[in-house]
């Protein structure tokens, strides 16, 4: 089995603290996450682990500037997020911040070039439609609508069009979820050559274990904790898992 060695990170990217969220749905609470306390490293590969309603898109939402916490402070290197205005928190996620979901959420009327273009246009030093499709294996692909690709080249197109712009961070919210194994592994396979080609830090979340092996750290999720941080010395190439 080939493996990839894990590579030294040092640099803070995300410095998390007590972070606690709460929603209120009339005079009901839900905790979504409980003091949660993280760094992300920059250029990393990490796994979010946990079954759904473990508070890991929670987390991710407030990572991405989607969302803010009740409690705590979240900094993106020296710039604190916490409590950051709406103006502040697009340009941040427009600047520094991919997502992919598991939903693919392209635009059918448009190729997968135009999907891509929409990030492109709006981004400060972008790359070229073409070269971020290329990047995912689709330069054959360029013209085709959504309904032309298979559900794994339209996640592939949806990764193009987060890294388009170059972020400094990936955010991927079950990616894989939608598609089968074989499909999920070529998936897994581009979010690899994207961390290790461009340095993007990357996060993923997921509820499949078979996952966590690709990855320099696996932080285990339940009820809202952390409950480890675990870190693979050696990690397992995206082709050789299993699940």
């Known amino acids: 089995m080939s493996s990839l060695n894990c ?22 609470k839900v905790q979504a996450l409980k003091s949660v306390s993280l760094d992300l490293y920059q250029g990393e590969f990490v796994v979010l682990l946990g ?9 991710l939402n407030i990572l991405g500037g989607l969302d803010v916490p009740t409690t ?6 020296n710039q604190v997020l916490t409590n950051a205005n709406e103006q502040t928190l697009t340009r941040f996620r427009r600047e520094y911040v991919g997502f992919v979901f598991q939903f693919y959420n392209l635009i059918p009327s448009l190729t997968a070039r135009e999907n891509v273009a929409l990030v492109t246009e709006i981004a400060s030093h972008p790359m070229r439609p073409r070269e971020a499709l290329s990047l995912v294996g ?20 949806a990764i193009a069009r987060a890294v388009a ?3 400094q961070v990936l955010l991927c919210d079950e990616p894989t979820g939608a598609l089968d194994f074989q499909t999920g592994k070529l998936v897994l396979q581009v979010l690899e050559r994207i961390n290790r080609e461009l340095g993007t830090t990357t996060a993923v979340i997921t509820h ?17 904790e952390i409950l480890s941080v675990q870190h693979n010395e050696v990690k397992v190439a995206s082709a050789d898992l299993e699940w």
């Open 208 to 224: 499949n274990a078979g996952i966590a092996s690709m990855a320099d750290r696996v932080i285990t999720m339940r009820s809202g």
């Open 138 to 157: 689709l330069d054959h692909r360029l013209d085709h609508f959504p309904a032309q690709l298979s559900g794994g080249e339209q996640q592939r197109v």
């Open 7 to 28: 590579p030294k990170v040092s640099i803070p990217v995300f410095h998390i603290r007590d972070v606690s969220k709460i929603y209120r749905m009339g005079e009901v």
């Open 165 to 167: 712009k170059r972020p």
């Open 72 to 77: 705590g402070q979240v900094k993106f290197y």
């Open 51 to 59: 079954p759904s309603g473990s508070g890991k898109s929670t987390l």
